[in-house]
């Protein structure tokens, strides 16, 4: 049953091209359907989430982060009434902009844009690539997702100015985005912010002593699985504690969001796009522990000299590529080369190396730079 606020699919906006109704899924189910069957989705899976496979191959990537981001984001829809369809055709897309070399890479290729007056936003990418790359259709170029979809791409993780970003007036960046949209970003953050632990001790770059120290949430619970489970070993203690700091996180998501649409007096979709803030979020004291918990992953983790070669890799192959080839585009595949007639140069490299994976762009490196 959904919520009076929640998305209703037979009241979408539609698509960009008209198509009729499916016998036996309804649209947002399709758009989801849709994500999934494209290229840039399957690509995931060899883009870095944070650990590249010289640590191990049982780290997190952008593939299995996005199953774990949706999953969330499923759950918290369930309980708060919103349209299960939308929040996973969202959450399967929101990371579809990314680059390859996680953070690192999308750092390095906002560097080089903004040297050519351009710059790099992965969720204004993820909509080229619905809106334009992807070609499975006949009919219409893209995915031709409805507006919903398209619109929680990009709105789902921040607010654009209309007055800066007129190219997307057509998604109503005056008025907050569904709550469906909203909570993505946060369940991306719960994501990350658990999983990242449990990596980060798998990697050796964590010790227990240090998140039990800096995120002091998860050493309360970590210090209950020790009194409830004594004779287990330390990783099935560390796994107890973070699963329990995940239900923490969860649970509080949805109990505050509900507490925030009642105080807030939300009947309908109209009054949430008319709120004054955002609706879906953490108390206080949970809001506390989240950015304890994200401050100790940036600080230990994140920036920890032990993932500088990679850093150091997407700066040096992104930074050279997209050097070479706004110098000499005749080396860009036939296809790039003839968007470049219709689009600035340094986008259409931009969108050429967003586009490739951790192994791909090793390939392209050592083909077109390697000594």
Not at 123 to 138: G, K, P, S, T, W
Not at 247 to 268: F, M, P, Y
Not at 300 to 321: F, H, M, Q, T, V
Not at 336 to 347: G, V
Request: aromatic share 10%; net charge negative.
């Amino acid at each position: 049953m959904l919520a009076d606020y929640a998305v209703r699919v037979e009241e979408s906006r539609g698509r960009r091209f008209p198509e009729p109704l499916h016998p036996y899924r309804n649209d947002f189910q399709r758009d989801r359907d849709r994500v999934i069957h494209s290229r840039a989705f399957r690509r995931l899976e060899d883009k870095t989430q944070v650990f590249t496979r010289r640590f191990s191959d049982h780290f997190r990537n952008r593939l299995t982060h996005t199953i774990e981001v949706s999953q969330i984001a499923r759950t918290v829809a369930a309980q708060l009434g919103l349209n299960v369809d939308l929040v996973e055709a969202l959450a399967l897309a929101h990371d579809v902009g990314h680059p390859p070399f996680g953070h690192a890479g999308e750092k390095a290729l906002d560097a080089a844009m903004r040297v050519h007056g351009f710059f790099f936003d992965h969720n204004l990418h993820a909509l080229r690539i619905v809106e334009d790359f992807e070609q499975r259709y006949a009919a219409f170029r893209g995915l031709n997702l409805t507006f919903e979809v398209r619109e929680g791409i990009v709105k789902h993780s921040r607010d654009y100015p209309a007055s800066q970003f007129p190219e997307l007036a057509e998604y109503l960046l005056d008025r907050r985005p569904p709550l469906e949209a909203q909570l993505i970003d946060l369940a991306d953050e719960i994501a990350y912010n658990t999983a990242d632990l449990d990596d980060g001790y798998e990697a050796h770059l964590l010790s227990l002593d240090e998140i039990r120290q800096g995120v002091p949430v998860f050493g309360r619970f970590y210090h209950e699985a020790e009194q409830t489970y004594p004779d287990a070993i330390e990783k099935l203690k560390l796994n107890e504690a973070i699963k329990r700091v995940l239900d923490l996180l969860v649970g509080d998501l949805i109990q505050n969001t509900q507490a925030q649409i009642i105080a807030a007096g939300i009947k309908r979709l109209e009054d949430v796009r008319s709120c004054p803030q955002r609706l879906v979020a953490f108390s206080p004291t949970v809001e506390q522990a989240r950015r304890e918990a994200k401050d100790f992953l940036y600080s230990r983790l994140y920036y920890s000299a032990a993932l500088d070669p990679e850093k150091n890799d997407a700066e040096r192959i992104i930074g050279e590529l997209f050097t070479l080839w706004t110098k000499q585009p005749d080396q860009l595949p036939y296809s790039y080369r003839e968007k470049a007639r219709q689009e600035p140069l340094p986008r259409v490299v931009c969108d050429y190396i967003a586009g490739m994976t951790d192994t791909y762009i090793y390939e392209q490196y050592e083909k077109c730079c390697g000594k």
